[in-house]
């Protein structure tokens, strides 16, 4: 069975400083890894996506996360956060395409100005 | 694309109601899914469909909730007799062949009183 954490449910950071949210999975096979955003009452929208390709993948909003095979993680970065960046994080896996995804249980950012 | 749209985006019934989620996916989109969101439980899925045929419904609570898709562009998710338990956020997502994300609809929040 597939599973995933997160560490920290809530992150709080000043506007400019480092955003790191962190997600460990565990998987009996390859897994495919997302991370979406949640904005207060919207659905979830995808961030950005690793299915077996480039470790370091990029997505939307200058996030981006890394794959670590050996530490079965796939922790979120930005550089620079800012204010807009204020949200709920969920960290999700799967094991295939067109099956459901596993969530953590979120991790709400804070930005502080 | 309009994305995914679920209606309605918010409803509020009292116990012993029936109530009916309805979805339309992304057109052109093969699989559909619908996830619960509580603050308790996270996000949790309670029923797929591929092809529009029910995959894995072993999400489903209990037999007062029931889910369709009579054809590719609509599902609905019914609760009979709702209870205030049930209450909590309903997401519909799409997804498409040989693609792994997922894209959701705003949800529907559900208030049983």
């Known amino acids: 069975a597939q599973s995933v954490t997160q560490l920290g449910s809530h992150v709080s950071v000043s506007e400019g400083a480092l955003v790191l949210l962190r997600c460990n999975y565990s998987s009996s096979v390859p897994p495919y890894l997302f991370w979406y955003v949640q904005y207060p009452n919207q659905g979830l929208q995808l961030l950005l996506k690793y299915t077996s390709a480039a470790t370091l993948v990029k997505g939307i909003n200058g996030f981006e996360a890394e794959f670590k095979k050996s530490e079965t993680s796939f922790h979120l970065t930005k550089p620079s956060a800012h204010m807009s960046d204020a949200a709920e994080y969920f960290c999700a896996v799967s094991d295939r395409g067109n099956t459901p995804l596993v969530f953590g249980k979120g991790t709400r950012l804070s930005v502080i100005a | ?113």
């Not at chain 2, 052109?28 to 603050?39: A, C, E, K, V």
């Open chain 2, 1 to 113: 694309d309009a994305g995914v749209i679920q209606s309605p985006r918010h409803e509020v019934t009292e116990m012993g109601q029936e109530v009916t989620l309805r979805c339309k996916p992304i057109s052109g989109h093969n699989s559909l899914f619908w996830y619960r969101q509580t603050m308790m439980r996270g996000l949790e899925l309670l029923i797929y469909f591929n092809n529009n045929v029910p995959i894995d419904d072993s999400g489903m609570p209990e037999d007062r909730f029931s889910a369709k898709m009579p054809n590719a562009s609509f599902s609905t998710l019914k609760i009979q007799p709702s209870e205030p338990r049930d209450s909590a956020v309903y997401f519909c997502a799409s997804s498409l062949n040989r693609q792994y994300e997922q894209y959701f609809g705003p949800g529907t929040r559900l208030t049983v009183t």
